[in-house]
């Protein structure tokens, strides 16, 4: 349990070392001190980590309770989602108490935090029901999935912000921009540091729930028709 706090934690500062003081790449264009811009972008990236990667190998995990006639497997990638949140409760407490330690008050705009966490978990739901299901089939896909989890937190702008820190085509920052990640994590730094409300772009929420919405059909969908074979291959 303490490891699962003190690695991120330690994620965070080594973040902050080599971008605030090693690279000091753009942060002076930013509206609040690189810190709580790189702690308001990480933190929920680091709740979809921990879910995603803790969900895709949580049939193999608990083989023991798959092959048990009258356990709900369906609920097996589900705990793995809620251990990640109860980590993640606790990192957003600390975000607010570090953003009023430096003087930065949230208003009522913070409290779109709960909505953009509920996003987060349908989302990632949706894909982990996809994944473990996968994964009792295909061994590797625990590997697949943790490559394209170091893919997308760079294409994410978790460390940097790909439309005032660097210089890139506007083409580009829209196809970033289709990222359902993206959605989320500039949501919470617009809840904590801009005060801008998910409802004044509805062209990127609406197409966040479409998406969501397809994801998590056909992620509940390849569990369902895959799950009468996870005794036999288990």
């Not at 308001?40 to 309770?65: C, H, K, M, R, V």
Request: glycine residues 6%; charged residues 10%.
């Amino acid at each position: 349990i303490i490891w699962a706090f003190i690695q991120p934690v330690i994620t965070v500062l080594v973040y902050w070392f080599v971008f605030e003081v090693g690279f000091r790449g753009g942060s002076d264009s930013l509206p609040v001190p690189f810190v709580l811009y790189l702690v308001a972008g990480i933190i929920p990236w680091f709740f979809f980590q921990d879910g995603l990667t803790g969900g895709t190998n949580s049939l193999l995990e608990y083989s023991y309770l798959v092959k048990k006639v009258v356990f709900q497997i369906d609920m097996l990638p589900v705990v793995k989602m809620i251990s990640a949140l109860f980590t993640h409760l606790f990192f957003v407490a600390f975000t607010i108490v570090l953003f009023i330690c430096m003087g930065y008050m949230p208003d009522w705009y913070a409290l779109q935090v709960v909505y953009y966490s509920f996003c987060m978990i349908l989302f990632a739901t949706g894909l982990v029901y996809a994944t473990s299901a996968v994964t009792v089939f295909f061994r590797d896909m625990k590997e697949v999935v943790g490559i394209l989890l170091q893919i997308g937190m760079w294409v994410t702008p978790i460390m940097w912000n790909f439309e005032t820190m660097v210089q890139i085509p506007g083409w580009a920052i829209t196809v970033l921009k289709l990222n359902p990640m993206y959605y989320i994590v500039s949501g919470y730094r617009n809840a904590l540091i801009n005060h801008i409300g998910f409802w004044e772009d509805m062209g990127l929420t609406v197409y966040f729930w479409v998406v969501t919405a397809v994801i998590l059909f056909l992620g509940t969908t390849v569990f369902k028709r895959l799950r009468p074979h996870f005794a036999d291959v288990l």
